[in-house]
């Protein structure tokens, strides 16, 4: 991939999606945005513009005076609107290490609480949409996307490849279920044209440093 200047704009999404059941309960899962918050400071350290969009429930925002805009989003439709608003105007890379969810709920209460009832509950859930497949669609000469796949460690390469082509992703960060609540990383940053490479079990904090300079490398 060819280098981008010091100063380009670098969007990460970033921590889990909520998705509506009613208006107090929801579907989400695990993700802290930790990782994401991470490459927001590494991308602010090296001199890039940074638009961190950040899910609900996430370790705090970096609050830096210049060079960097954080946006909120709760569910998969609201990080669809902040995407479309976003890209590919506003940024040159996108890191998409939000969590964004496979499903939600088909029928949202969305001003209301579902009672309970004796008989159980049974909640239909539809696919959302592939959103960085939807910026991969939109994006113009030059951006780079970049995606990421955690996965169980047997299944991990295969599965980061077979993304990569299925989203038509620049590269995939592919790291295993582990990382989860974990302070470690043991990330590979897989390329489109195969190759491959690791910087070994990583603070997240190093990760992001590491990350960020192969991904924005002049
Ligand atoms: O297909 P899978 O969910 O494993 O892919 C993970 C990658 O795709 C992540 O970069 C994630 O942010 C993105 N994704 C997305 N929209 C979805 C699901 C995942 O953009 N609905």
């Known amino acids: 991939m060819p280098g981008l200047p010091q100063g380009a704009t670098v969007l990460i999404t970033a921590g889990p999606t909520y998705e509506p059941i009613d208006s107090v309960r929801f579907i989400g899962n695990r993700s802290s945005g930790r990782l994401g918050v991470e490459l927001a400071r590494a991308a602010h ?18 609050n830096f005076a210049d060079r960097l805009r954080v946006e909120r989003f709760r569910s998969c439709t609201d990080l669809e609107s902040l995407l479309a608003r976003l890209w590919p105007e506003q940024a040159d890379v996108l890191i998409m290490a939000a969590a964004v969810a496979d499903y939600r709920p088909k029928h949202a209460e969305a001003s209301g609480k579902l009672r309970r009832q004796a008989e159980g ?45 299925r989203k038509g992703l620049d590269a995939i960060v592919a790291n295993s279920l582990e990382t989860m609540d974990s302070d470690e990383i043991h990330g590979t940053l897989v390329q489109a044209d195969g190759s491959s490479e690791s910087p070994g079990p990583l603070s997240k904090s190093m990760f992001a440093a590491w990350l960020v300079d192969r991904v924005m490398r002049v």
Do not use: W, Y
């Not at 350290?45 to 970096?62: E, S």
């Not at 539809?126 to 959103?131: F, N, Q």
């Not at 000469?141 to 955690?150: K, T």
């Open 45 to 62: 350290a090296m001199g890039h513009n940074v638009i961190l969009a950040l899910g609900p429930n996430t370790v705090p925002a970096p």
């Open 121 to 165: 509950l049974t909640i239909e859930l539809e696919a959302t949409p592939d959103l960085v497949a939807g910026c991969v669609q939109r994006r113009r000469p030059g951006q780079r996307i970049i995606g990421f796949a955690l996965e169980p460690a047997a299944q991990l390469m295969a599965s980061a490849a077979s993304k990569i082509k």
